[in-house]
């Protein structure tokens, strides 16, 4: 089973930043197309931001956009979530998905749409 490793979580004062890393095993899922998303306990998983193949198409939840940025590096199998401007509220366990697609501009919003799942990394922002 493919599984996807997440780090880079950590605790941050609010206004701080953090960079996610999510990385495959090379070779394990050819192109694929990342998400991220988040969960608190008690609550759904939510949608943050995802990003195609080849890094040129990008969706982003409104409760992060212009403060989290996702990107790749396919050379490395990793994909990152830069997050700037943190709040309270970005606080939760942060997961990357991953699904292999066919085409290079694919990407996916729904958690149900991603095969590949890393076992989270914890974001903690203190006020």
């Known amino acids: 089973q493919v599984l996807l490793v997440e780090s880079g979580g950590g605790l941050v004062q609010a206004g701080g930043s953090l960079r996610l890393s999510c990385t495959a095993p090379?070779?394990?899922?050819?192109?694929?197309?990342a998400g991220w998303f988040r969960q608190t306990p008690g609550k759904k998983r939510e949608f943050v931001a995802a990003?195609?193949?080849?890094?040129?198409?990008?969706y982003y939840s409104d409760s992060v956009k212009g403060r989290f940025t996702v990107s790749r590096d396919n050379a490395k199998n990793t994909v990152y979530l830069q997050m700037n401007s943190l709040k309270p509220e970005d606080t939760a366990d942060y997961y990357c998905?991953?699904?292999?697609?066919?085409?290079?501009?694919?990407?996916?919003?729904?958690?149900?749409?991603?095969?590949?799942w890393g076992q989270g990394t914890q974001v903690t922002v203190s006020s």
């Open positions: 998905a991953g699904r292999s697609v066919t085409f290079d501009s694919t990407y996916y919003t729904r958690d149900y749409d991603y095969v590949y």
């Open positions: 990003i195609s193949w080849t890094g040129g198409d990008t």
């Open positions: 090379a070779c394990a899922l050819g192109a694929y197309a």
